[in-house]
């Protein structure tokens, strides 16, 4: 089972909020591909100590990390581009309402796989109609994150970026600092601790 390395690669620091939230998509691209590997590797076999260990490192990114990134996208920056209230932002902001029915449905079946991943560290092995339900939550969210992320990294971050203020973006990151219990002032750029507690 792979190693699942967090925070061993330095990290922006809070005043480059975009590049977190996109720092954000590549744990929840990794994670997905533990499960998937975790899948491959033991659907027929008894789990053991490293990778349940991997699939709970997993599951908490999904219960814990992942969900404070939807909250700072759908509370720290769509609140903020509705609030410019400008023509050439509403394109944008319709997609802002697309992305947050999108994280719903993730949400949705982050919990059926959740859920799996319990019964499977309970039980050591999955039924082969369980291994079957899982593959197909993994491949409906490989589909819905791969147009959602490549979206919010390409079209969304960088268009926030250039029609925010700096005095916005720099509270987004006060915010997401707040959110993971952390003070933005205090984290140095690429500061290798705070990274490790922002990756949680
Ligand atoms: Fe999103
Ligand atoms: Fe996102």
């Given at each position: 089972m792979m190693p699942v390395a967090l925070g061993t690669q330095g990290q922006p620091g809070f005043d480059r909020p975009f590049e977190l939230m996109s720092d954000c998509h590549r744990r929840i691209e990794q994670f997905l591909a533990v499960i998937r590997r975790a899948l491959e590797a033991y659907s027929s076999r008894e789990l053991d100590e490293e990778c349940s260990n991997a699939l709970r490192t997993a599951q908490r990114y999904f219960r814990e990390g992942a969900p404070r990134h939807t909250e700072d996208e759908e509370v720290s920056l769509f609140p903020r581009l509705r609030d410019l209230d400008r023509d050439d932002m509403r394109e944008l902001l319709d997609a802002a309402e697309r992305l947050e029915r999108e994280h719903d449905e993730a949400e949705r079946i982050h919990h059926s796989v959740d859920a799996r991943i319990d019964r499977w560290l309970r039980d050591r092995q999955l039924t082969p109609a369980e291994v079957e339900a899982m593959v197909l939550d993994l491949d409906a969210l490989d589909r819905l994150y791969a147009e959602h992320i490549a979206f919010e990294d390409d079209v969304l971050f960088p268009a926030a970026a250039r029609a925010l203020d700096r005095e916005h973006v720099l509270r987004i990151g006060e915010e997401m600092a707040a959110r993971r219990g952390l003070d933005a002032s205090r984290?140095?750029?690429?500061g290798p601790i705070e990274s490790r507690r922002f990756s949680r």
């Open positions: 984290t140095g750029p690429r």
